[in-house]
């Protein structure tokens, strides 16, 4: 086993002891017993007598439970942040029953984390370290004033220090969960006490989770981005190598500073961009120092698209590569518009000369008119075709990118862009490399061969020997022979539906290029399931709106969801602060034989939405994250409400009717049955559920999951018995059967005959 899964292994164990660690001292602290003497240290904690020591015990179990993914990745703050909660966690366990089993936990993960410190180096993202500080040390400073003033003018008895004396040290003592010297006597005491505590976990832990989020690779900065610009310069010859210099990369420098490699993080995982770049001499030196960076932060290295040249390289280094598609690459030396390949192309561009398009060189710099033009092309391409811009290995459209290269373009007659593409600087290469290449929906058909053709003439003319069309993904990969084969099979066929490969691939063939094969170049197979994902994952743009605009496409995504979840959690908050409210919610809207009778129909739509129970219930929480949000992506927006109301009737007016039915008959216990209101969203609950399970595949999958439903229904039936789970399956069969005849109609109609 190499060093660095030895190493890797032995931080995910450090990090599964914190979090046995933090486990156990949140149950212990939970269990909330009486501490009658001091632990095994002897040490005499004031808050062990009265029972305090389970707010340390609190406050440890959430720090370690919270740092110990971060653990798992080396990362140095998390590593800090476990130790403290070790060192709290071990004198804070008193020896009977299960305080010993945390006594051990605490010793057994303190030596662990001592033993193994060196292994827990990754840096902190120093923007992330600073605002993790601020909000501590301004959160904690604003409980701290809610605390004094909420004490002092508390109604206690302070000691005979006084009582703004009093307030500030009782404040300091909440603020590290620790009890007060007075105890509250009235119940705003008590909520006050408890809302001060509640307080400084939340800042404690949202200032935490900054301190210990993921380590992003440090930005570059300009005097690196210079040093970088002078090496592609003198050395750069790859069809990539100027996105070496797109904002969304860092760099590692050979010790020499004569070569770097080019890298982004993604999660846990850092993409280096092709191969590295530099003096002959120090390639290899700067791809080992980018794998002892990637060890020391505890990612996953990977070398995404690397040439042959690079890969032989590489290899020598001890790295295993994966074929990810092809380079198309077109010979301008040999590539001409005769012959009879060419009739269709040739036909293309005389009907885009007729209709007065030209193609342009855009004077640099581009003034604003033209680059309103070409936002303008690229906004109606974006929207037209389902585009969406990306990075790492493509630029994006930004006025400032453009005017840091060639820009050449097609115009109408009336000078009005039609289509443009970007040419890059090929530094030493005799191969250049063109990036953005879009056109208006509206424009002649063959606009972009017009500007293909236009490119070719003007680098041919320029001295190159070649084009890169740039990679077509996944093509030229291996038959399906291993487990990575079939893995990048999978891939092929998703993005066969997403990025559609095989048009990409036939469009840049139509143009005769050579294929030259790109690899992934990983440490082990191990990681090439992380490196594969990190890889599909670099080139999306982090979503540029803020929280509110993210929160506002959620409402529009899920406006049913949003309506549910509003009604329902106001309604668990009411009653959980008053459970006499419970009370008058079941009888003014719940569903009984009675009410229905009365003529109070209205309550088959109020009932399901009153909870059965006060307070938070863990099968309204369950609906509201996961059984609504799931059946409006399924089922859509419009069909939710109706089939939740639709299955919460099915299952709840037959079961009413019963009771009814049962009364007259005598039945011992109907008639109180029938009289008493009931309420719930369970039925409808199981409704949608059977609504989404019909949504999967027709055959096995859907079988499978529609029985299972009914399987575990059928058993409580018969297991427990209650009303409510004979109403849960017949909201389920009632769903079921009319989505099997709604489908059973449509088949009919679609048949031929």
Known sequence: MSTDRVEGWVR???????LLLGGVDLALAAAGRPVPRAGLFAVAYPVSVVGGARYLLLAAGLTAVLVSRG???????????ALVAAGVSLPGHHLRGGDLVGMLVAALALAALVGAARLFAARADPVLLRRGVGVLVAGELAVLGYAVVGLYWLHLEPPETGRAAWAVRDALRLLFLLPT?????????????????????????????????????????HRDRDRVRRLLDAWA??????????????????ADGDAFVGYAVVGTAAVALAGPVGAPGSRRQAAAEFH???????????????DEADRVELAAAGWKFLTIGEEAVLDLTTWTLDGRPRKGLRSALRRCERAGYRVVDLAQPIDESTMEQLAAVSDSWLAAGGHRERRFTVGRFDPAYLRDTRVVAVCDAAGTVQAFANILPAFQSTVATFDLMRRRPDSVNGTMDLLFVGMVDRLRAAGFTGMSLGLAPLSGTAEPTGVAD????????????????????????KWS???????????????????????????????????????????????????????????????????????????????????????????????????????????????LLVVLPLAEWRVGSRAVPVVFFLGDWAGTLPTVLCAHLAALAGVAGAAELASVPTAGSSAGSVALAAAVLWTLPAGWPRRVGVAGLLVVLLARVLLAGHLFDVQHLVSALAVLAALAVRDTRAARTTRPG
């Not at 653990?71 to 942040?81: E, F, I, N, T, V």
């Open 292 to 306: 002892r960076m990637c060890v020391r932060n505890g990612w996953t290295p990977v070398f995404h698209q690397v």
């Open 12 to 18: 995910r164990v450090v990090a599964g002891l914190v």
């Open 71 to 81: 653990l798992s990745h080396g990362r140095r703050p998390a590593w800090w942040a």
């Open 513 to 623: 290029p050579r294929w030259v094969p790109r690899y992934l170049a990983y440490r082990s197979e191990a990681d090439l399931v992380r490196a594969a994902s990190a890889v599909a994952r670099v080139g999306e743009l982090v979503d540029p709106r803020g929280p509110l605009g993210r929160a506002v496409a959620l409402l529009r995504r899920f406006p049913v969801t949003a309506a549910f979840a509003a009604v329902e959690l106001w309604l668990m908050v009411v009653t959980a602060l008053d459970v006499r409210v419970q009370g008058a919610l079941l009888a003014r809207f719940g569903v009984s034989w009675h009410a229905l009778a009365a003529g109070r129909v209205w309550v088959l739509v109020t009932s399901p939405l009153v909870p059965a129970e006060p307070g938070l219930l863990w099968s309204n929480l369950v609906l």
């Open 181 to 221: 010297e007075a105890a509250p006597t009235t119940h705003h005491g008590h909520w006050f006490v408890g809302s001060v505590r509640v307080a400084a976990l939340v800042v404690a832990i949202v200032g935490l989770s900054r301190l210990v989020a993921a380590v992003l690779g440090e930005p570059g900065q």
């Open 486 to 509: 079939r893995a990048l099979r999978l891939l092929h066929d998703y993005g066969e539906r997403v990025f559609h490969f095989a048009g990409l691939r036939a469009f840049k063939a």
């Open 237 to 254: 010859t790859d069809s990539l190598a100027y996105f070496h210099l797109l904002p969304d990369k860092n760099w590692v420098f050979s």
